[in-house]
């Protein structure tokens, strides 16, 4: 089993592009500043310190001796610079170890010689201590010279941390509002193309946004547009061919009645007769679907009953209603929709199982949904030509076969079912037989808005 990591969605997959973009372009930014900026500032600031320790060196020799304290005294007051004679018990800090401060002690270091010390505290009093000497020839003669630390750390890292993170997420911010400006009408065509899917008229998409949305939503909307009068069309076709097809068909029935013949021929004749009214009124039931019915509150339980009372009135006493609940199950459906596609399932089972075999119809409640059911024990269907059989015109060749069928009964089914949002199970019954299944999930509480 493979795990997915990766996000799946357009809108965050190119955020997380754009934020790994973001992040790189900060860190190559980074980069730049410590080559480009931070070491050249290194560099001048270490020059700096070696010209203030020449400078104090040379003072201090040049100086007579009764005005060197008033000389450490203008350059500690007015410049900030301490000197102070260097003890052999001095207690040192070392210096804090950063960038900066190492390419400093090498460039001071490189120009004072390597013998030059430094300290990052004496005495606990904390800044950039050098030491120098007056006399060169003189190892006693030392001193230490001490520069305020905020001269050479005026930038701290957690500074530009903090700036650079505030930039990277207005940055990210800025970029999920340009792709979600993108994700979300994308997310409205495939809301539309489901609907379109389900039998559903969809809303028109707004033409407004980028050239290229607007591009994509007026063809999406132009291609709803085409369906539904290409829907029209073929419906009012097969509408017109029902008409000229069913008048022949009722003088043809006509006909065979005054014929005269044996009864056993009359009947068969008549049976083919029926057989073809049924197959036109399947026709023009796939054609013209339940779009132009509107939804009202349903009671499930008492749809199940209704039809198994309106088939045994018809003389079919197999047909029993199996187990319905108590409570009422009101819904939002479409009565003749729902009606024709459970009549298409009954009469599916007495076909197939015979008018001796009981045919049961249920209607349960499951979830937040509720199940209306027929179950018959007649061959069944083998689980791998499910999807198969819930295409038009398609027929299971084996023990479910009818050549007389039209092939579009469980296509119906399906597509009526899909039109309330729900879906047809058609599964193996236990002890024999087929469990056709309409699942709707817009159950509410009885009463209910």
């Known amino acids: 089993m493979t795990v997915q990591f ?71 007051v007015q410049e900030g610079i301490r000197i102070y004679p260097a003890e052999p018990g001095d207690e040192l800090g070392p210096l804090p170890d950063s960038p900066t401060i190492n390419v400093i ?72 509002v340009i792709v979600r400006r993108v994700a979300r009408p994308l997310a409205e065509i495939t809301q539309a193309a489901r609907m379109i899917g389900r039998g559903e008229p969809a809303p028109r998409l707004a033409e407004e946004g980028p050239s290229e949305i607007i591009e994509v939503s007026r063809a999406f909307n132009q291609m709803s547009d085409d369906l539904a009068q290409l829907e029209s069309d073929r419906a009012l076709i097969l509408a017109g061919v029902s008409h000229d097809l069913r008048t022949p068909l009722a003088r043809l029935r006509l006909g065979i009645e005054m014929t005269g013949a044996h009864q056993d021929d009359v009947d068969a004749m008549s049976a083919d007769v029926e057989e073809m009214d049924k197959i036109i009124g399947q026709f023009l039931d796939f054609a013209r679907g339940s779009a132009d019915e509107n939804q009202v509150e349903m009671d499930g339980a ?87 059989l819930k295409r038009p015109f398609t027929r299971l060749e084996a023990a479910r076969t009818d050549a007389r069928g039209s092939g579009l009964g469980l296509a119906i089914v399906d597509r009526v079912a899909r039109a309330h949002g729900g879906r047809l199970d058609l599964l193996p019954r236990s002890g024999g037989g087929l469990q056709a299944q309409i699942l709707i999930t817009t159950l509410r509480a009885a009463g209910g808005a």
């Open 105 to 176: 002690e090498t460039e001071v270091r490189r120009q004072l010689g390597n013998n030059t010390r430094f300290a990052g505290s004496r005495e606990g009093i904390e800044g950039i201590w050098v030491s120098f000497q007056i006399d060169p020839d003189d190892p006693a003669d030392l001193f230490w010279v001490m520069l305020p630390r905020e001269r050479f750390e005026r930038v701290r890292k957690a500074e530009w941390l903090g700036w650079g993170i505030a930039a990277g997420v207005l940055a990210m911010l800025g970029a999920y």
């Open 302 to 388: 008492a749809l199940a009953n209704d039809l198994v009372a309106s088939y045994q009135r018809r003389g079919l006493a197999n047909v029993v209603a199996g187990a319905v609940d108590d409570c009422e199950m009101c819904f939002q459906g479409k009565p003749k929709a729902l009606r024709r596609a459970l009549s298409n399932l009954i009469d599916n089972a007495l076909r197939y199982a015979g008018e001796e075999s009981p045919i049961e119809v249920c209607c349960e409640r499951r979830n937040a949904g509720i199940v209306l059911s027929v179950l018959d024990r007649g061959p069944g269907i083998p689980p791998d030509q499910v999807e198969r």
């Open 6 to 76: 990766a996000p799946r969605s357009l809108l965050w997959r190119t955020f997380f592009l754009i934020a790994l973009l973001i992040g790189l372009a900060l860190g190559a930014w980074y980069q730049l500043f410590v080559r480009f900026e931070s070491e050249p500032r290194a560099r001048q600031l270490g020059q700096m310190l070696v010209s203030v320790v020449n400078l104090t060196r040379a003072a201090l020799v040049n100086a007579d001796p009764l005005l060197r304290l008033a000389l450490l005294r203008d350059l500690s």
